[in-house]
Nanobody, 124 residues
């Protein structure tokens, strides 16, 4: 059974930073691309960033380019999202998910095995 557990969210002022973590079990982690997706209140889920199996390729949605960095540690079955210069519009529940495929731009509907999410709130 695949388990995905996100952590690291919280309340931060605009301009601040947070580092999200997501640990995955129950699958071959280094054979899966990983993604971070967010959902703000009243809005549809939005893909934020993704990373290929060994981390050689990454993708960012335009709104987070230059501020967010995705990385992974395959020895720890963990993917990270370093978020700097946070803005109020980054407020959302952040989820990570897995995919057996890779391509850019990503097909976000191919990412599955969602975790429970972690809340990020950025105050102005």
């Amino acid at each position: 059974q695949v388990q995905v557990v996100e952590s690291g969210g919280g309340l931060v002022q605009a301009g601040g930073s947070l580092r999200l973590s997501c640990i995955v079990s129950g699958l071959d982690f280094d054979e899966h691309a990983m993604a971070w997706v967010r959902q703000a209140p009243g809005k549809e889920r939005e893909g934020v960033s993704c990373i290929s199996w060994i981390g050689g390729d990454t993708y960012y949605v335009d709104s987070v380019k230059g501020r967010f960095t995705i990385s992974r540690d395959n020895d720890k079955n963990t993917v990270y999202l370093q978020m700097n210069n946070l803005k109020p519009e980054d407020t959302a529940v952040y989820y990570c998910a897995t995919s057996g495929g890779w391509g850019t731009p990503p097909r976000w509907d191919e990412y599955t095995n969602w975790g429970q999410g972690t809340q990020v709130t950025v105050s102005s």
